[in-house]
Protein backbone atom coordinates (compact mmCIF):
# COMPACT_ATOMS: atom_id res chain seq x y z
CA UNK A 1 0.00 0.00 0.00
CA UNK A 2 2.62 2.17 0.91
CA UNK A 3 3.93 2.23 -2.40
CA UNK A 4 1.27 4.58 -3.99
CA UNK A 5 1.65 7.06 -1.60
CA UNK A 6 6.16 6.91 -1.95
CA UNK A 7 8.32 9.42 -4.09
CA UNK A 8 11.62 8.68 -4.27
CA UNK A 9 12.64 10.49 -7.46
CA UNK A 10 11.62 7.41 -9.53
CA UNK A 11 7.87 9.18 -10.85
CA UNK A 12 6.81 12.62 -10.35
CA UNK A 13 3.80 13.88 -8.54
CA UNK A 14 0.69 15.37 -9.46
CA UNK A 15 -1.04 16.86 -6.33
CA UNK A 16 -4.28 17.75 -8.47
CA UNK A 17 -4.44 13.90 -8.92
CA UNK A 18 -3.09 13.00 -5.33
CA UNK A 19 -6.09 11.03 -3.43
CA UNK A 20 -6.98 13.06 -0.19
CA UNK A 21 -9.38 10.23 1.33
CA UNK A 22 -9.22 6.65 2.42
CA UNK A 23 -10.86 6.06 -1.07
CA UNK A 24 -10.98 2.24 -1.45
CA UNK A 25 -9.58 1.60 1.67
CA UNK A 26 -12.83 2.95 3.67
CA UNK A 27 -14.62 -0.70 4.15
CA UNK A 28 -11.23 -1.34 5.65
CA UNK A 29 -11.24 1.19 8.53
CA UNK A 30 -11.68 -1.06 11.84
CA UNK A 31 -8.98 -3.41 10.37
CA UNK A 32 -6.47 -0.53 10.10
CA UNK A 33 -7.02 1.33 13.15
CA UNK A 34 -6.19 -2.07 14.93
CA UNK A 35 -3.26 -1.91 12.92
CA UNK A 36 -2.35 1.07 13.83
CA UNK A 37 -2.65 0.40 17.56
CA UNK A 38 -0.39 -2.98 16.98
CA UNK A 39 2.16 -0.29 14.90
CA UNK A 40 2.36 2.18 17.89
CA UNK A 41 3.49 -1.09 20.41
CA UNK A 42 6.27 -2.75 17.57
CA UNK A 43 7.32 1.57 17.56
CA UNK A 44 7.58 1.61 20.93
CA UNK A 45 10.29 -0.91 21.25
CA UNK A 46 12.03 -0.14 18.14
CA UNK A 47 12.66 3.23 19.54
CA UNK A 48 13.74 1.78 22.68
CA UNK A 49 16.29 -0.38 20.58
CA UNK A 50 17.09 3.06 18.14
CA UNK A 51 18.15 4.67 21.73
CA UNK A 52 19.80 1.70 22.96
CA UNK A 53 21.63 1.02 20.15
CA UNK A 54 22.80 4.63 19.42
CA UNK A 55 24.10 4.39 15.48
CA UNK A 56 21.25 5.80 13.82
CA UNK A 57 19.22 9.25 14.27
CA UNK A 58 15.94 9.78 12.17
CA UNK A 59 14.54 13.24 11.52
CA UNK A 60 10.62 12.52 10.28
CA UNK A 61 9.49 15.89 8.67
CA UNK A 62 5.78 16.83 8.21
CA UNK A 63 4.58 19.47 5.86
CA UNK A 64 0.88 20.48 4.71
CA UNK A 65 -1.94 22.72 3.92
CA UNK A 66 -2.99 24.17 7.25
CA UNK A 67 -5.49 22.01 9.75
CA UNK A 68 -4.30 19.07 7.48
CA UNK A 69 -3.48 17.31 10.98
CA UNK A 70 0.14 17.45 11.79
CA UNK A 71 -0.30 18.45 15.58
CA UNK A 72 -2.74 15.48 15.80
CA UNK A 73 -0.84 12.91 13.91
CA UNK A 74 1.98 13.82 16.14
CA UNK A 75 -0.02 13.40 19.39
CA UNK A 76 -1.57 10.22 17.91
CA UNK A 77 1.21 8.27 16.30
CA UNK A 78 4.21 9.05 19.00
CA UNK A 79 1.97 8.80 21.97
CA UNK A 80 3.57 5.57 22.99
CA UNK A 81 7.71 6.37 22.56
CA UNK A 82 10.07 7.68 25.32
CA UNK A 83 10.47 11.07 25.73
CA UNK A 84 13.96 10.78 26.65
CA UNK A 85 15.20 9.92 23.09
CA UNK A 86 11.99 11.91 20.47
CA UNK A 87 12.13 15.48 19.92
CA UNK A 88 9.45 17.14 18.55
CA UNK A 89 10.24 20.80 16.43
CA UNK A 90 8.21 23.08 15.32
CA UNK A 91 9.36 25.42 12.46
CA UNK A 92 7.31 28.64 12.34
CA UNK A 93 8.49 32.07 10.43
CA UNK A 94 12.29 32.60 11.32
CA UNK A 95 12.97 35.36 14.29
CA UNK A 96 15.37 38.02 13.64
CA UNK A 97 18.43 36.30 14.91
CA UNK A 98 17.23 33.01 12.40
CA UNK A 99 17.27 35.44 9.63
CA UNK A 100 20.38 36.11 10.53
CA UNK A 101 21.97 32.93 9.53
CA UNK A 102 21.66 31.06 6.43
CA UNK A 103 18.19 28.92 6.17
CA UNK A 104 19.55 25.52 6.90
CA UNK A 105 21.16 27.34 10.53
CA UNK A 106 17.87 26.22 12.49
CA UNK A 107 17.51 22.97 11.39
CA UNK A 108 21.18 21.99 11.71
CA UNK A 109 20.56 23.03 15.26
CA UNK A 110 17.98 20.69 15.51
CA UNK A 111 19.36 17.71 13.97
CA UNK A 112 19.07 14.48 16.45
CA UNK A 113 21.80 12.78 17.97
CA UNK A 114 22.32 9.13 17.01
CA UNK A 115 19.91 6.98 19.01
CA UNK A 116 17.02 9.88 18.83
CA UNK A 117 14.57 10.66 16.38
CA UNK A 118 13.36 14.43 15.67
CA UNK A 119 9.94 15.66 14.42
CA UNK A 120 9.96 18.09 12.06
CA UNK A 121 6.62 20.23 12.46
CA UNK A 122 7.12 21.88 9.16
CA UNK A 123 10.82 22.04 8.25
CA UNK A 124 13.31 23.64 5.84
CA UNK A 125 11.11 23.19 3.39
CA UNK A 126 9.02 26.45 4.05
CA UNK A 127 11.86 27.99 2.37
CA UNK A 128 10.97 26.60 -0.43
CA UNK A 129 7.17 26.95 -0.17
CA UNK A 130 6.41 29.90 1.54
CA UNK A 131 8.73 32.13 0.79
CA UNK A 132 8.09 31.25 -2.64
CA UNK A 133 4.32 32.02 -2.91
CA UNK A 134 4.96 34.97 -0.25
CA UNK A 135 7.78 36.22 -2.68
CA UNK A 136 9.57 36.77 0.22
CA UNK A 137 13.30 36.22 -0.81
CA UNK A 138 14.39 39.92 -1.72
CA UNK A 139 13.45 40.41 1.88
CA UNK A 140 15.73 38.05 3.31
CA UNK A 141 19.11 40.10 3.19
CA UNK A 142 20.97 37.96 1.21
CA UNK A 143 23.89 39.93 -0.95
CA UNK A 144 22.40 40.77 -4.62
CA UNK A 145 24.52 37.52 -5.88
CA UNK A 146 22.69 35.23 -4.34
CA UNK A 147 19.61 36.71 -5.93
CA UNK A 148 20.76 36.46 -9.50
CA UNK A 149 21.68 33.92 -11.67
CA UNK A 150 19.80 29.92 -12.21
CA UNK A 151 16.69 29.96 -10.60
CA UNK A 152 16.18 30.84 -6.55
CA UNK A 153 14.13 27.71 -5.48
CA UNK A 154 15.79 25.55 -7.99
CA UNK A 155 19.09 26.35 -6.36
CA UNK A 156 17.59 25.46 -2.67
CA UNK A 157 16.11 22.23 -4.09
CA UNK A 158 20.05 21.23 -4.77
CA UNK A 159 21.17 22.41 -1.77
CA UNK A 160 18.81 20.41 0.48
CA UNK A 161 19.30 17.62 -1.61
CA UNK A 162 22.91 17.97 -0.49
CA UNK A 163 22.09 18.57 2.79
CA UNK A 164 19.93 15.17 3.18
CA UNK A 165 22.73 13.39 1.49
CA UNK A 166 24.71 14.29 3.87
CA UNK A 167 22.50 13.50 6.27
CA UNK A 168 22.19 10.26 5.13
CA UNK A 169 25.85 9.48 4.64
CA UNK A 170 26.26 10.73 8.25
CA UNK A 171 24.08 8.45 10.32
CA UNK A 172 20.83 10.26 10.12
CA UNK A 173 17.91 9.22 7.71
CA UNK A 174 14.72 11.59 6.49
CA UNK A 175 11.42 10.55 5.94
CA UNK A 176 9.65 12.97 4.72
CA UNK A 177 5.63 13.62 4.74
CA UNK A 178 3.18 15.46 3.02
CA UNK A 179 -0.22 15.17 4.38
CA UNK A 180 -2.79 16.09 1.43
CA UNK A 181 -6.22 17.44 2.61
CA UNK A 182 -8.59 18.57 0.01
CA UNK A 183 -10.38 22.00 0.32
CA UNK A 184 -13.43 21.29 1.07
CA UNK A 185 -12.48 18.95 4.19
CA UNK A 186 -9.48 22.15 5.08
CA UNK A 187 -12.90 24.44 5.03
CA UNK A 188 -14.59 22.18 7.18
CA UNK A 189 -11.94 22.17 10.13
CA UNK A 190 -11.52 25.90 9.63
CA UNK A 191 -15.46 25.84 10.43
CA UNK A 192 -15.08 23.55 13.47
CA UNK A 193 -12.23 25.75 14.66
CA UNK A 194 -14.32 28.81 14.64
CA UNK A 195 -17.27 27.28 16.10
CA UNK A 196 -16.02 25.27 19.06
CA UNK A 197 -14.36 27.81 22.10
CA UNK A 198 -12.17 24.99 22.64
CA UNK A 199 -10.30 25.27 18.84
CA UNK A 200 -10.65 28.67 18.60
CA UNK A 201 -6.68 29.21 19.88
CA UNK A 202 -5.84 26.98 16.27
CA UNK A 203 -7.58 29.64 14.22
CA UNK A 204 -5.61 32.17 12.87
CA UNK A 205 -6.96 35.21 10.14
CA UNK A 206 -3.42 34.72 8.11
CA UNK A 207 -5.29 30.99 7.26
CA UNK A 208 -7.83 32.42 5.22
CA UNK A 209 -5.23 34.33 3.26
CA UNK A 210 -3.36 31.22 2.83
CA UNK A 211 -6.21 29.71 1.76
CA UNK A 212 -6.89 32.13 -0.87
CA UNK A 213 -3.46 30.94 -2.26
CA UNK A 214 -4.84 27.51 -2.29
CA UNK A 215 -3.34 26.62 -5.72
CA UNK A 216 -0.57 28.67 -5.31
CA UNK A 217 0.76 26.74 -2.32
CA UNK A 218 -0.17 23.60 -3.95
CA UNK A 219 2.05 24.09 -6.87
CA UNK A 220 4.95 25.27 -4.74
CA UNK A 221 4.66 21.99 -2.86
CA UNK A 222 4.53 19.46 -5.73
CA UNK A 223 7.78 21.51 -7.35
CA UNK A 224 9.80 21.16 -4.11
CA UNK A 225 8.61 17.52 -3.36
CA UNK A 226 9.81 16.59 -7.36
CA UNK A 227 12.94 18.37 -6.70
CA UNK A 228 13.97 16.86 -3.72
CA UNK A 229 12.02 13.12 -3.34
CA UNK A 230 15.29 10.48 -3.25
CA UNK A 231 15.91 7.07 -2.74
CA UNK A 232 17.92 8.00 0.33
CA UNK A 233 15.19 10.76 1.31
CA UNK A 234 11.61 10.18 0.00
CA UNK A 235 8.20 11.70 0.25
CA UNK A 236 5.13 10.39 1.16
CA UNK A 237 2.32 12.54 0.28
CA UNK A 238 -0.12 10.74 2.01
CA UNK A 239 -4.14 11.18 2.36
CA UNK A 240 -5.57 13.53 5.37
CA UNK A 241 -9.06 14.01 4.78
CA UNK A 242 -9.40 10.76 6.93
CA UNK A 243 -7.40 11.03 9.90
CA UNK A 244 -7.91 7.57 10.62
CA UNK A 245 -6.41 6.30 7.77
CA UNK A 246 -3.47 9.28 7.89
CA UNK A 247 -2.41 7.49 10.92
CA UNK A 248 -2.01 4.32 9.89
CA UNK A 249 0.05 4.96 6.86
CA UNK A 250 2.38 7.65 9.16
CA UNK A 251 2.73 4.17 11.65
CA UNK A 252 3.52 2.25 9.19
CA UNK A 253 5.58 4.39 7.76
CA UNK A 254 7.73 4.45 10.58
CA UNK A 255 7.45 0.81 11.35
CA UNK A 256 8.88 0.02 8.57
CA UNK A 257 11.76 2.84 8.42
CA UNK A 258 12.99 1.85 11.74
CA UNK A 259 12.80 -2.16 10.50
CA UNK A 260 14.95 -0.72 7.74
CA UNK A 261 17.67 0.86 10.16
CA UNK A 262 17.48 -3.06 12.13
CA UNK A 263 18.42 -1.31 15.27
CA UNK A 264 19.38 -3.53 18.37
CA UNK A 265 20.26 -3.92 21.89
CA UNK A 266 23.94 -4.09 22.19
CA UNK A 267 25.61 -7.26 23.23
CA UNK A 268 27.06 -7.54 26.87
CA UNK A 269 30.98 -7.80 27.06
CA UNK A 270 31.59 -11.57 27.59
CA UNK A 271 33.77 -11.13 30.32
CA UNK A 272 31.07 -9.23 32.09
CA UNK A 273 27.76 -11.79 30.88
CA UNK A 274 30.47 -14.32 33.10
CA UNK A 275 30.12 -12.74 35.70
CA UNK A 276 26.34 -12.42 35.85
CA UNK A 277 25.91 -15.31 38.32
CA UNK A 278 28.28 -13.89 40.66
CA UNK A 279 26.31 -10.93 40.55
CA UNK A 280 22.78 -11.67 41.30
CA UNK A 281 24.17 -13.75 43.76
CA UNK A 282 25.75 -10.82 45.33
CA UNK A 283 22.30 -8.74 45.15
CA UNK A 284 19.90 -11.46 46.51
CA UNK A 285 22.38 -12.02 49.38
CA UNK A 286 22.49 -8.48 50.46
Known amino acids: MLQEFRFDGTRILDLTQAATGAGLYADDKKALKAKTDGNLEKLAVLQEKLYADGHEGLIVVLQAMDAA ?141 DRALWDDFLKAYEDAINATATACAPWYVLPADNKWFTRYLVSEILVRTLEDMDPRYPVMPAELEEEIPELVARLENE
Open 69 to 209: GKDSTIKHVMTGMNPQGVRVHPFKAPNSAELKHDYLWRVAKCLPARGEIAIFNRSHYEDCVAVRVRHLENGLGLPGRCLTGDDFFVRRYRQIVDFEKYLYENGVRMVKIFLNVSEKEQKKRFLERLNNPEKNWKFSKSDLD
